[in-house]
């Protein structure tokens, strides 16, 4: 099992910055990837960033140029640093590692942007 906590995220104006954070414990070996996704409210949950063990990184669209996904092995946690910041943003944001196959995620963090 892996277990992910999320945090970082709050309110913000638009324009805006967050960082969010997301540490990983359990059985840390062998996840290949981890990622960040959010999920507005009555939208499908989306893929934001996503970097693999070997250090690729893919992101959205939406996002590319804006934000940033990294990680620091040492401490097991994965980064998302979000620059100016939308109210298109605005949604629930979670961490997922991707694990021989297995998905794991965290509980979710709230970014709400203001106009």
């Known amino acids: 099992q892996v277990q992910l906590v999320e945090s970082g995220g709050g309110l913000v104006q638009a324009g805006g910055s967050l960082r969010l954070s997301c540490v990983a414990s359990g059985r840390i070996s062998s996840i290949n990837a981890m990622g960040w996704y959010r999920q507005a409210p009555g939208k499908q949950r989306e893929l934001v960033a996503r970097i693999t063990s070997g250090g690729s990184t893919n992101y959205a669209d939406s996002v590319k140029g804006r934000f940033t996904i990294s990680r620091d092995n040492a401490k097991n946690t994965v980064y998302l640093q979000m620059n100016s910041l939308k109210p298109e943003d605005t949604a629930l944001y979670y961490c997922?590692?991707?694990?021989?196959?297995?998905?794991?995620w965290g509980q979710g963090t709230q970014v709400t942007v203001s106009s």
């Open positions: 997922k590692a991707e694990r021989l196959g297995q998905p794991y």
